[in-house]
């Protein structure tokens, strides 16, 4: 299980920037979070495949700040927004495809929204469908705030869709959602491909690995009778720790944590 951070953990420092605070510190593995269209193009984008190829830091997946948008455009009733939103989306897709990234990961619609079940199972077995001609894998991510907070709708994607959908666990936001990460994990199985991590305690419910008491060996073995081959990517928000070195830290500590799994194998 290759560890990363993602550069949302740095937030509001600009992607490219992130990105390099995070391969100049040793990391090699991360997930980049597009915070604005421009940065798919043009010396921004390029000045991220400099870094890339200058550190060998592997990008195993993209997130878009365009989430709070997929309501109404990936899901909603108008169909020329709909058919907007695909468009860029397919612009995230060719950036992955160079980057080397395969996962993309999906909030989906709010909570609030009165989208139908039927429409959201429709419009992401297109998307993933789409992301699957450049290689890519669309994973709906299980967000607090979103339809995906419930384990029952997850359950419902995976029993509709087969083999044409995937997921992104977050613990942080099943902790959020009140859900039990294991319960989560459990109704998702082999279908899982990506996941966020991040510690918790009784003080809060995103800390940096090792502050917190989140019981990571048990979370490695569900992961072990899963097969899971993704990788394990630290998302702490910018409030959640001190200094950056304090954010490689983490990764370094998940390591550890890893190995030692490993070791009572």
């Avoid at 990936?74 to 020329?80: T, V």
């Avoid at 468009?87 to 929204?113: C, D, N, P, Q």
């Avoid at 959640?240 to 190995?259: F, H, I």
Wanted: hydrophobic letters at 40%; proline letters at 3%; one cysteine or more.
């Amino acid at each position: 299980m290759d560890i990363g951070i993602s550069t949302a953990c740095l937030y509001p420092l600009e992607t490219e920037q992130a990105l390099f605070e995070l391969a100049s510190r040793g990391i090699k593995n991360a997930e980049v979070f597009i915070n604005s269209v421009d940065e798919l193009e043009g010396a921004i984008l390029d000045r991220m495949f400099e870094i890339i190829n200058e550190y060998g830091i592997a990008i195993k997946s993209v997130h878009p700040f365009s989430s709070p948008l997929e309501t109404l455009f990936i899901f909603g009733d108008y169909p020329r927004r709909t058919e907007y939103l695909f468009e860029i989306y397919k612009r995230y897709f060719e950036v992955m495809t160079k980057m080397g990234a395969k996962i993309f990961v999906l909030h989906g619609a709010l909570l609030s929204s009165k989208v139908p079940d039927e429409r959201y199972m429709e419009r992401y077995l297109r998307l993933f469908r789409t992301a699957k001609e450049f290689g890519i894998t669309v994973a709906q991510e299980n967000i607090c705030y979103c339809k995906s907070a419930s384990v029952d709708f997850l359950k419902n994607m995976s029993d509709n869709l087969g083999d044409e959908v995937r997921f992104v666990v977050d613990l942080k936001q099943a902790r959020r959602s009140n859900i039990d990460p294991f319960t989560l994990i459990d109704a998702l199985g082999e279908k899982i491909v990506h996941l966020h991590i991040s510690d918790s305690s009784e003080e809060g419910d995103c800390l940096p690995i090792g502050k917190g008491g989140f019981d990571f060996e048990r979370l490695f073995k569900a992961l072990d009778t899963l097969s899971y081959d993704g990788a394990l990517i630290v998302e702490l928000y910018r409030e959640n720790y001190n200094s950056y070195d304090e954010l490689v830290s983490c990764a370094e500590q998940a390591k550890k944590l890893v190995m030692k799994h490993r070791m009572l194998l």
